[in-house]
């Protein structure tokens, strides 16, 4: 109860003082009174009225909302995946190209059939599906890690969040069509440039 008394009284001392300021507003006063007193405390900061922006004529509402150049959209899916890819390679790298990569210390053909990482995208017998493969072994989404071979879960925190961000991004860009100009097969001077090493790569 008291409180609500006591919390009236600033209100009207403020009225008080605005109807007192525009009263004897005769002076110079430097510029006219503030239409509206009482709410001077929380008007300040806002005091500038934006101009009122004119009611627009309700344009035709579009069909479809923008129309993205779909060259362009592909273009920037690409884009995210390859950045994603790019933080993702030293996860891969590290974890997975000894075996994965031609030349790669314990590298078989066998292994190379199932995932091949010597190139980007990546071969292999499941290229259509590489990215369900590897979020599979790697258990992102659930289930048991069976990779890396020799030592399964060792992809973990950080590291796998790439690798998942990165499967995502391919997806997209799958799902996208960014990926159907790029054939499956990728030859040297394709577009991308994540040096090719045939071989040799030392891991
Ligand atoms: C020590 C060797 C080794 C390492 C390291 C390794 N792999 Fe494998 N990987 C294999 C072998 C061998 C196979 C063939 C299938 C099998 O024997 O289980 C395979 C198969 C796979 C397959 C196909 C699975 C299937 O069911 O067809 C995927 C996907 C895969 N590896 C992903 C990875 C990823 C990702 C990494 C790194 C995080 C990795 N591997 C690290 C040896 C390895």
């Known amino acids: 109860m008291r409180k609500t008394v006591w919390n009236v009284w600033p209100r009207l001392a403020a009225l008080a003082a605005g109807f007192a300021l525009a ?74 190209a000894k075996c994965h990569v031609k030349g790669g210390k314990n590298a078989k053909a066998k292994t190379l059939g199932h995932l091949d990482m010597t190139t980007y995208p990546f071969g292999g017998h499941h290229a259509d599906e590489i990215t369900a493969e590897i979020r599979k072994v790697l258990a992102i989404g659930g289930g048991e890690a069976i990779m890396p071979k020799d030592d399964p879960g060792a992809v973990k925190g950080d590291e796998l969040s790439l690798i998942a961000a990165w499967a995502d991004a391919y997806d997209r860009a799958h799902a996208g069509g960014a990926h159907e100009d790029h054939g499956h097969d990728h030859g040297h001077g394709a577009p991308h440039d994540h040096g090719h090493h045939e071989s040799g790569d030392k891991h």
């Open 23 to 96: 009263a004897c507003g005769g002076g110079p006063a430097p510029e006219p009174a503030a239409p509206a007193p009482a709410q001077s405390g929380e008007e300040q900061a806002g005091a500038v009225d934006p101009a009122p922006t004119e009611p627009q004529p309700a344009a035709e509402p579009a069909p479809e909302p923008p129309p993205p150049d779909p060259a362009q959209a592909k273009a920037e899916l690409l884009a995210q995946e390859k950045s994603a890819f790019e933080l993702a390679e030293p996860v891969f790298k590290q974890h997975c």
